[in-house]
């Protein structure tokens, strides 16, 4: 059964309320990576799987910016990146390609986000990649995969190497290019890359001050999730952060929820 959605006059949306649900929190994602400033004016991507055996996912209309975007505007496409809703929006070919890579590859996975944020990248650029520097850098690094950078994404050869690359980890890092995490829902993509961005501007502050660090030792690394589970109660972000967000979103402006 389709229900009818609140939406502006120029993206008009019929879908689920399960799609609706999902639209809702990858709208607020989008408008918490500008809150955060890790948005890169309209280059970078959040997508979201829709429920249902089709395989289609959310995109950002390409051209919006990240604090305009509303759930009846998010784009759903299929995974050769066609559209499959009307929508007045084109996708960005970039992003098509890196996220319905991982989409295709990953059915744990619901949420795929990726930042080019000032200290992501220059992390990024760096050899060494994350330094277990900071209580933030050992969620990161026992689940950590590098892709190594082959110019903008456009080229669908490139799928199978970012993939391998990947493996079954939920942290990425794009070579000379940025973040990307992986969540099993929104609220988990989000998570991380809160963790990443994080680990990443302690790094570069650290490194930044000229005195000699204090490396993490690889044994606290190796219990960091039993250590999470632990601290959080064994609550997922779902419940734990998503909603103190949301309504942080709500203070600011309920927009997004259109």
Not at 207 to 232: F, K, N
Request: glycine share 6%.
């Amino acid at each position: 059964m389709l229900e009818s959605v609140p939406s502006p006059a120029d993206a008009p949306v019929r879908c689920s309320p399960e799609e609706w649900a999902i639209r809702v929190d990858l709208a607020a994602a989008y408008r918490l990576v500008a809150y955060f400033r890790w948005d890169d004016l309209v280059f970078t991507h959040i997508t979201a799987r829709v429920p249902g055996p089709e395989h289609h996912f959310l995109i950002n209309p390409y051209g919006m910016l990240f604090d305009e975007i509303t759930a009846s505007s998010l784009v759903k496409i299929d995974m050769l990146g066609n559209k499959v809703a009307q929508s007045p929006w084109p996708i960005n070919p970039a992003g098509f390609i890196i996220h319905s890579a991982i989409h295709a590859a990953r059915d744990d996975v619901q949420c795929v986000m990726h930042t080019h944020t000032i200290n992501g990248v220059a992390v990024s650029a760096q050899k060494n990649g994350v330094l277990p520097l900071s209580q933030q850098s050992i969620f990161v690094l026992q689940n950590l995969a590098y892709h190594d950078y082959e110019g903008v994404a456009l080229r669908d050869d490139e799928k199978p190497r970012l993939v391998a690359d990947l493996g079954g980890k939920n942290y990425l890092m794009l070579r000379n290019h940025g973040l990307l995490t992986l969540g099993r829902t929104i609220a988990d993509a989000f998570q991380g890359m809160y963790l990443f961005e994080t680990a990443c501007a302690v790094q570069l502050r650290a490194q930044s001050g000229g005195g000699e660090l204090i490396p993490v030792a690889q044994e606290i690394i190796d219990s960091a999730q039993s250590q999470a589970r632990q601290a959080a109660n064994g609550q997922g972000p779902e419940r734990l952060i998503w909603p103190g967000l949301l309504r942080r979103l709500d203070r600011i402006d309920q927009s997004y929820r259109s």
